[in-house]
Structures are given as C-alpha cells and as structure tokens.
C-alpha cells in the first residue's frame, strides 16, 4: 500500500502576529491533490496537527474538511493521526469513533492496551495490506512511574528505557500481525532523536520533549519497513538510514527556514518489503525572505522585491556604524502600498554596540516562552553550568501545565 508521510502542519500557527489560515487552506488543497495524483492509499500525519491544544474555530474547521475530503478519495483508503506535544491528545481522540467510519484511525496518546496501537489496515480488495504501529507522543506520566527523589540523569534514562519497552512492545504484536498476513509493518513517533536537526525560532521543544536527546535509531525494531516520524521540522533521515524519517513540516515555521525547500514523503515498498521513498517538495504559499545590511543596501533590496509584484513577508536586519534613529519609519514607509510587508526588524551595529532604540526592543509576539526565559537568565546572569538543568526543569513546569487539565 503506497503511503504519504507528513507531520507538524501546525494548524492554527501565527508568525509574529500574522494569521496564516490562507497559506493552511493552500496546503491542505495542495495536500489533497497530492494525494489524488499520487494515488495514495494510506495518509499518514505523525503529530502537531495543530499549533496549540486549544485551537481556534478556524483551525478545527480546516483539520475536519480535510479529513472528509481525503477520506472521500476513492483511492485512500486509511488515515492515520498521531498526538504529537502541541496537541491536546483528549481533543483529537473525542471525535475518534465517528471518525472511524471515515477510516480515520486518531491515537492521541499512548493506550492502556498496546494492542490498541496497532493498526491492521485493509487495501482495495478488503485484505489486510499493511500494519501500522501508530505510536503518538509519549509523555513521561503515560510510560513510567515517578520515583522520590531521582535525579535529572536518573530521570531521563527511565524515559529512554520506557521509550524501549513501548516501542518493544508494540513491535512484537505488529510482528505477529505482519507475519500473519505476510504484509509490511510501519511505526509512527513523535519525538527527538539523536541528531536531530532543529532551526532557531522553529517552535520545536526540544529541552524537554528532547531530554530524549539520547534516543536512537536502535528504539525502532529492524522489523519496521518504515518509522513515519514528526516533532523536528527539517525533514531529515535518521542516523542516515534511508527508511527511519523525519517527513518535517510542510510550511516553513520561521524566517530561518525560508530558503529551505519543504516535502513531503511517499512510501512504497517491493517484494521483500523495503520501503522507497520518493521526496515529494511542498510549494511555497506565502514567500518569507530576509535580508540584512546598511541603510542603502536595505533600501535597494526592497525596491527589487517590490518590483516582483508577489506577497513577501520579510525580515530586516540593519548592520551598520551609522545610527539610524528613524530607521523603522523608513523602511515602513517605502514598503506602503506594495505587496513587501515588514514582519521583523532587528537593529544593531556591526560593533556589537546595541541600540536602546524602540528597533531593537522585542515584543512578546516575537518572543517563544523559552525565549522569555532565556531573557530572564541572562538578567540574572545565571552561570552557564547551571542554565541546561534550569531550562530543562522550567520545560517539564510548562508541559506539566499544559497536560495536567487534560488528564481525567
């Protein structure tokens, strides 16, 4: 059964106060045609399908008319949605028994039953054609139990051993399943992996849902044809094996992965059940450009953009000894009126002389929670020996907070 791999759309997600529901509605068009085109058979969506656990009106809206019209598709024939740790696993699970009739299988966290995790999906002539392990984020509360008194190390290698017995787990009743019916085995995950490439401002939690830094490619039984993953926004192999992948996110979540080019993934696999992968690129809806220098330079660049006639959100960074105390009104005043529209302004001197400008100050619409922290660690000039285990406990603080209303 031929599958598309994808993950972290993020639905609902802003940039620096910039609602992007057109760019999402584009995407799930797009998406929708991929599939189409493509023949797909089994849709696969490995975590954060939206941005926050409580999404807006809008966002719901676009997740649910997606689902039916792929689910519509005569020729894809199963969708498959894991929780990933923006989600709110009680929120996607809700719907999960109507959803079912659309062949929309939803494990939003880890079941108390392995065997619910695993997934025996039918094909066109209503035989099993593939089993999938649809394991989703793991939070630490739903894989092992707390001990008094343990340590940050002590901690973190009980996370890695549940993270292994899970998985273990699951692989052996997918095992037993896929040799049953002679039919390739996928899992899902969303989670860090050792290695992983991440980019400044991308959203990714890293510090906490990451402390699973350690996890490596061995987690995944070699009985997987194929490990679907999501959580890291680049899309990327793991350990550089060909068939453990991150899918990364199909839009582009910050300034820093402008140049980039997004994708997405669709699986085969032959006779002897080795996956192949073809890397699908995802178009750009809404151009995200950056450019840096001195006052002229800045001017010049936007001029050419301007010139282009195409929606450009850009982000400027001023390089130069020359203070320029007006600088914001002036490149907004030369992007009135055109289609160029100026999201982020940093303004500094080459020589590392910052400016206390109304330029440099950042708003919290600039600014991740973790970055606010960081902010607050540097006023306290807190040693750097002591900064990774202060960012990991005020990580752990802010998933407690999250989950916790979420638990019955």
Not at 57 to 77: E, G, I, M, P
Not at 196 to 218: A, W
Request: proline share 3%.
């Amino acid at each position: 059964m031929r599958i598309l791999h994808t993950s972290d759309w993020h639905l609902g997600r802003s940039l620096l106060g910039k609602r992007r529901y057109a760019e999402f509605s584009q995407l799930l068009d797009w998406m929708l045609q991929c599939i189409e085109d493509r023949q797909i058979e089994v849709l696969i969506i490995a975590g954060d399908i939206f941005d926050t656990t409580t999404p807006s009106v809008t966002a719901q809206d676009q997740y649910y008319n997606f689902l039916a019209a792929a689910s519509a598709k005569a020729c894809c024939r199963h969708i498959v949605v894991i929780g990933g740790n923006h989600d709110s696993a009680n929120f996607l699970n809700a719907p999960g028994a109507i959803l079912k009739n659309l062949n929309v299988h939803v494990v939003g966290q880890a079941c108390d039953n392995i065997q619910d995790e695993v997934l025996l999906l039918d094909n066109h002539q209503g035989e099993v054609g593939l089993v999938v392990g649809a394991v989703p984020f793991l939070s630490d509360r739903d894989i092992r139990r707390y001990e008094a008194l343990e340590s940050l190390a002590d901690k973190d290698q009980r996370i890695i051993e549940a993270y292994h017995q899970h998985y273990a787990q699951v692989a052996d009743y997918a095992k037993k399943q896929a040799d049953k019916y002679a039919v390739p085995m996928v899992a899902t995950g969303h989670l860090f992996m050792t290695g992983g490439v991440t980019s400044e401002g991308d959203g990714v939690r890293d510090l906490y849902v990451g402390s699973l830094g350690q996890l490596r490619s061995d987690l995944f039984s070699q009985d997987f044809n194929y490990v679907a993953l999501g959580h890291i926004h680049q899309p990327q192999k793991v350990g550089g094996l060909n068939h453990i992948r991150y899918s990364g996110s199909p839009l582009a979540m910050c300034f820093d992965e402008c140049n980039r080019p997004k994708q997405v993934l669709v699986v085969d696999f032959n006779h002897q059940h080795e996956a192949q992968v073809t890397e699908v690129p995802v178009p750009t809806f809404q151009r995200l450009h950056k450019i840096a220098g001195d006052l002229s330079t800045l001017q010049s660049a936007i001029e050419k953009l301007k010139a282009q006639n195409e929606s450009i959100w850009l982000e400027i960074t001023y390089q130069s000894d020359e203070l320029q105390s007006n600088l914001r009104s002036l490149l907004m005043d030369q992007t009135k009126n055109s289609q160029v529209e100026i999201l982020k302004l940093i303004n500094y001197q080459r020589q590392n002389v910052h400016l206390q400008s109304e330029d440099k100050l950042e708003t919290l619409e600039q600014l991740s929670v973790e970055d606010v922290f960081k902010r607050l660690l540097d006023r306290q000039q807190i040693p750097e020996t002591q900064r990774a285990d202060l960012l990991m406990t005020y990580q752990e603080t802010l998933y407690r907070l999250q989950h916790d209303e979420e638990q019955p």
